[in-house]
């Protein structure tokens, strides 16, 4: 059992920048691929990056690709996404996931560990 507390999130205006955190507590993150998924109101949940379990490997939506950068520290047991150059369709409550899957997948399906997650406003 893990359990995921993300933190970070906030208002920021079009162009700004938000650095999203995932700490992690009962099992070291190390045994997992983690994963940043986004969910807005009316919307499904969306995958926005993956990370495999020693980082060598990364993952992204389009959308998102040369804007966010996904990275961890397995020391310190966390995830972080650097969010850089928002636009106001990045508006959605971000979540971290961890996953037994090994790689970085992009499924929901593929995660079995989820925070609660953290709203990110981009206003315009």
């Known amino acids: 059992q893990v359990q995921l507390v993300e933190s970070g999130g906030g208002l920021v205006q079009a162009g700004g920048s938000l650095r999203l955190s995932c700490a992690a507590a009962?099992?070291?993150?190390?045994?997992?691929?983690m994963g940043w998924f986004r969910q807005a109101p009316g919307k499904e949940r969306e995958f926005v990056a993956a990370i495999s379990r020693s980082g060598e490997y990364t993952r992204y939506v389009d959308s998102v690709k040369g804007r966010f950068t996904i990275s961890r520290d397995n020391a310190m047991n966390t995830v972080h996404l650097q969010m850089n150059v928002l636009k106001p369709e990045d508006t959605a409550v971000y979540l971290c996931?961890?996953?037994?899957?090994?790689?970085?997948?992009?499924?929901?399906?593929?995660?079995?560990?989820w925070g609660q997650g953290t709203q990110v406003t981009v206003s315009s």
């Open positions: 009962g099992r070291t993150l190390s045994m997992y691929s």
């Open positions: 996931a961890a996953s037994s899957v090994a790689g970085v997948p992009s499924g929901t399906r593929s995660y079995g560990y």
